[in-house]
């Protein structure tokens, strides 16, 4: 590791291949921990490449334990975190909008790194239990249209960075990858990225995935549609910026969007919205980032419809029957 770190403080980079083997090493248990936070630091000081992020994508794919879920027609949908915002847990919230919409979701998701309560620490709370045996996740999609894939359980190799992400508290390229690597693979997938940059990067690897796929970044920097500001939507790499107006909704305040201060808090602000007694502004954020996502799933559907399905969804209750039935399948 001492040769790899000199050669980036030269302020090299590192070819594909090069930092797939990285990864690959740390992955192993190669390096010490002060070697990982070392790396992990060299690119919180310059951003990272196309063919290193590339790389570290392929590493933890050909590590990860895959889910088969291929009998289902499933989108992600998953931010990368990262962006000090502590938002209330919208991706997990559109999950079950989606699912009560008729879309399958394979939600990847892990714990609140940067963040008091991620989407693991919310569903947890609940009591769902975290599981990588494709029965009874393929249950819960049968049933509810949704299961959820917790990280850690299918990438177990990434155990050696878990205690340095903890110690050092601040957003590292592991956050960049998590929406990469979900272990089934779908084929669709609604992403929040914290940057422009960054949304150009993903932009140009999912436009050589295959996938049918959303970018979307607020332009005062959440990793999601926040209603704080104009939003730049990269749709299957043709690229717009859209003001609230512009879809649909009303400018909402950042002081909206907060998370509780513990996870008890956080599950509370959760089950309201879900509830459908949220605030105006809640409400809007989640069914903003919805209707997006239910684009990204129904391609050949308007926006105002994909509005509609998602309004629907949240206020009739369905999402939140969805979430309760889900649920319930753990006892």
């Known amino acids: 590791m001492r040769k790899i770190l000199n050669y980036?403080?030269?302020?090299?980079?590192l070819s594909r291949t090069e930092a797939e083997e990285v990864l690959t090493n740390i992955a192993k248990g190669n390096y010490s921990d002060a070697e990982i936070a070392a790396f992990l630091t060299v690119y919180l000081m310059r951003s990272i490449t196309v063919d290193e992020l590339s790389g570290f994508r392929d590493a933890l794919l050909n590590l990860c334990t895959r889910i088969d879920l291929s009998d289902f027609d499933t989108i992600d949908v998953c931010g990368t975190g990262g962006d000090n915002k502590d938002t209330f847990n919208i991706s997990t919230l559109t999950t079950f909008v989606l699912a009560g919409a008729g879309a399958s979701v394979a939600k990847h998701g892990n714990y609140g790194v940067s963040s008091i309560c991620g989407s693991s620490n919310i569903m947890e709370y609940f009591g769902y239990r975290f599981s990588?045996?494709?029965?009874?996740?393929?249950?819960?999609?049968?049933?509810?249209?949704?299961?959820?894939?917790?990280?850690?359980?299918f990438n177990p190799a990434m155990k050696n960075v878990v205690p340095v992400r903890k110690a050092l508290k601040i957003k590292t390229f592991i956050n960049i990858l998590g929406p990469m690597i979900n272990p089934s693979f779908p084929q669709k997938q609604f992403v929040g990225v914290f940057s422009l940059e960054l949304a150009r990067l993903y932009n140009y690897l999912?436009?050589?995935?295959?996938?049918?796929?959303?970018?979307?970044?607020?332009?005062?920097?959440?990793?999601?549609?926040?209603?704080?500001d104009d939003v730049k939507v990269i749709f299957n790499g043709v690229e717009q910026i859209a003001s609230p107006e512009a879809l649909g909704f009303s400018h909402v305040r950042n002081t909206d969007l907060k998370n509780g201060e513990t996870i008890?808090?956080?599950?509370?602000?959760f089950s309201k919205i879900l509830e459908g007694k949220g605030t105006g502004a809640?409400?809007?954020v989640v069914i903003a980032n919805s209707a997006l996502a239910l684009q990204c799933y129904f391609p050949g559907k308007s926006l105002n419809e994909c509005v509609d399905l998602a309004r629907h969804s949240l206020e009739s209750g369905k999402a939140y029957e969805t979430f309760k039935k889900l649920i319930t399948m753990q006892s």
Do not use: N, W
């Open 132 to 153: 990588a045996d494709p029965g009874k996740l393929k249950r819960e999609m049968e049933k509810t249209g949704v299961c959820f894939l917790h990280a850690p359980l």
């Open 282 to 284: 809640q409400q809007m």
């Open 264 to 269: 008890e808090k956080a599950a509370e602000i």
């Open 8 to 13: 980036l403080f030269e302020h090299k980079t």
């Open 206 to 228: 999912y436009q050589r995935s295959g996938k049918q796929f959303m970018i979307v970044h607020s332009l005062d920097g959440y990793d999601e549609v926040s209603l704080t």
